[in-house]
């Protein structure tokens, strides 16, 4: 019997709820309302550090997590490397300087950071020009060998590979990869000012946006924009269409390039910016004996990136926690076969194995992932017995509040971590019962219906919060 189900067995039986007895009424209206089949849900909800249920519906099936893996992702992350675990980036010179000059590389080498911003790239080469660097004649040579993956396409999940979502872990991932196109009404002159951010080279910003009369009511940006041009050296960006003039300001974020393109790119651009000049090319290499350390920052702390990765659940983050935590425990370099080693040994200790558990990234941007709502429990229940449950529990989503459950408004206090993509749906986190106790929540959907989902997940969290024992 998988481990899961013997965690279950205590109180299966003992639960009206249980699969063969029948969903309660306001249970099975619920589900009516938003136009889903019993059988295409699972539910857990409980006191958060108890392995019994308060109620549970289908608590073994494998589904879909969508983003809800992230829970999975930087819960293990916490676990094991701790919330102070940082990432370094460093810079490295080969060969002697003579008045400004180095004859011979400048080195890059990448750590994995998943939150490396222009701003700190910047800073990095701001260090190196203190050495009294400001000419290279030689390359500019980037070491990714943290990572150890295939090259990545992004179009092979949806066939959109300039959603920003789509971008690929990468040792040396600057910005994440992405520009935000962003625009704004002018009402004094009756245009639309357009503008990315940050300027890159090679990208160009084409806006034939017109200001029109009228109320913003359902305005997208996105419809209006088109990349017309996407080749080694130049990439379009397109705006055209109608703007009302009742409109805020609306931004998207999208990935012009591959993210090793991306890197090298604003390497250069940024060099050239502090006054900086290369005779050579941006290249890939490897660090070598001799080379001096002339260059080096860290990431945020782990807890801070957790934060980002649960409330606005960046993919590409979530990759490199999950790469990361895999490199320590099997060894760098980091690639998936350690990670979702890695992963699989961490459930295994937490109580939450299942051998139809089918793990192939850390972020949920799979068709192929596979989980348990009761797995689910076991992670959160791990977390909520951990004297590090206030750092987890601030980098899940307030409900009705922040980040991707800013909109999901329940009437107590409730943290929770969403995802979706085609037909699928899921929700995990906390949930304040009447009593003040944390209660752990999880949902999981597949075949989702295109409406109802966010009025059933309120519906559910107010469910849970309204009970103080098991549900008749």
Known sequence: MRRVAGLLLAFVLATPAAADQGLPADFSAALERAGVQPQQISIWF??????????????????????VLKVITTAQALDQL??????????????????GTLRGRLLIEGGGDPKLRREDLRGLLEQVRATGIRRIEGDIVVDRGAFDLPTHDPSAFDSQP??????GADALLVNFAAQSVNTRVDTA??????????????????????????????????????????????????LEGEVPAACDPASIDIAPMAGPEYARRMLLQTWRELGGSLTG???????????????????????????????????????????TAGAQAAG?????????????????AVGADD?????????????????SAGQLHAVLRRMARSPLFPEFAASLPIAGEDGTAARTRVQGHARLKTGSLNGVRAAAGYVRDRSGRWLSLVVLLEGAPENGWRELLVWLAD?????????P
Not at 46 to 67: D, K, M, Q, V, Y
Not at 82 to 99: D, I, L, N, Q
């Open 355 to 371: 051998p139809e558990t089918l793990l192939d990234s850390g972020s949920g941007l799979s068709r192929r992932t596979r989980i």
């Open 281 to 323: 090319r941006v290249i890939d290499g490897r660090l070598s004996y001799g080379m001096r350390l002339v260059g080096s920052i860290e990431s945020p702390p782990l807890a801070d990136v957790i934060r980002d990765i649960n409330r606005f659940s960046n993919n590409v983050m979530a990759d490199h926690v999950w790469l």
């Open 82 to 99: 701790g919330p102070g675990y940082r990432w370094k980036t460093r810079v490295w010179a080969e060969g002697p300087v003579s008045r």
């Open 162 to 167: 300039q959603r920003a979502y789509n971008v």
């Open 463 to 471: 469910r849970a919060a309204e009970t103080d024992g098991p549900v």
């Open 189 to 238: 002159n009756g245009s639309v000012h357009a503008w990315l951010e940050p300027a890159l080279d090679g990208v160009q910003l084409d806006n034939r946006l017109r200001q029109v009369a009228g109320d913003c009511n359902g305005w997208r940006l996105r419809p209006l924009m088109q990349i017309v041009d996407a080749s080694a050296d130049r990439t379009a960006v397109r």
């Open 46 to 67: 409980g006191e958060a550090e108890s392995a019994e249920a308060r109620f549970h519906w289908l608590p073994e099936t494998p589904r879909n997590p969508a983003s």
């Open 332 to 348: 760098w370099p980091a690639n998936r076969a350690k990670a979702t080693g890695a992963t699989r040994a961490w459930l295994v």
